[in-house]
């Protein structure tokens, strides 16, 4: 299975940009790397995701390395509802047929 | 908007008892994933269904733990007979192909006592 590594923990002020890493050095060619994140008492939600190029959306940025190993989620400013854990996953195609495993995510803090 | 719907959404039993926990996904996703949440162990992928058909259940304890899928509109998770171990948040999650996003359910928060 391919595994993902992320920081336990990141501080962020208010109103400023956060960078969440993510490495991935075991990505396969068709395995696409999706974000989430969880805040408390709640499932998991969607963020964002991607295969090569750097995607926009209306929450994040996701920034893609060239050879793929390793990528960064960008909240372009920083809320206190942004406070929560951040998973990045691949979702595994060829053999697993989109089979997507978590890793123990990156707990985001915000402070006022 | 579209949603997992994932009942009970809390279970409270006593060890040894029959557990059923069901989700419901979103009409036409064809892909759908168990996951147990812990403290400990965090989010771990239990099993996952495509187009009904069970792929990998080799995160679930064979002996006690079931998933299946009666038809495209029901998952069931069961556990017979449950123990205080058991005791997590078990989410649903349902998507299409590999490259769309998944939706989760509010998950069943289960306490074994």
């Known amino acids: 299975d391919a595994k993902t590594t992320q920081p336990n923990s990141m501080e962020s002020n208010e109103e400023e940009p956060v960078h969440l890493p993510c490495n991935h050095s075991?990505?396969?060619?068709?395995?696409?790397i999706h974000w989430y994140r969880q805040l408390p008492s709640q499932g998991p939600e969607y963020v964002i995701h991607?295969?090569?190029s750097n995607v926009n959306n209306r929450m994040a940025s996701l920034a893609i390395a060239e050879d793929r190993k390793s990528s960064t989620l960008i909240l372009h400013r920083a809320t206190l509802r942004d406070a929560a854990v951040y998973y990045c996953?691949?979702?595994?195609?060829?053999?697993?047929?989109?089979?997507?495993?978590f890793g123990d995510g990156t707990t985001l803090t915000v402070k006022p | 908007d579209a949603r997992v719907t994932q009942t009970p959404r809390h279970k409270v039993t006593e060890m040894g008892q029959e557990v059923t926990m069901r989700c419901q996904p979103i009409?036409?996703?064809?892909?759908v994933f168990w996951y147990r949440q812990t403290m400990m162990q965090g989010l771990e992928l239990l099993a996952y269904f495509r187009n009904r058909a069970p792929l990998d259940d080799s995160g679930m304890p064979k002996d006690r733990f079931s998933a299946e899928m009666p038809d495209a509109t029901l998952a069931t998770l069961k556990i017979q007979p449950s123990e205080p171990r058991d005791s997590a948040v078990y989410f649903c999650?349902?998507?299409?192909?590999?490259?769309?996003?998944?939706?989760f359910g509010s998950g069943t928060q289960l306490s074994v006592l």
């Open positions: 999650a349902s998507g299409g192909e590999f490259n769309e996003k998944l939706f």
């Open positions: 009409l036409g996703h064809n892909t």
């Open positions: 996953i691949l979702r595994e195609y060829n053999t697993n047929a989109g089979k997507s495993t």
């Open positions: 991607g295969l090569t």
């Open positions: 075991t990505i396969s060619g068709t395995d696409y």
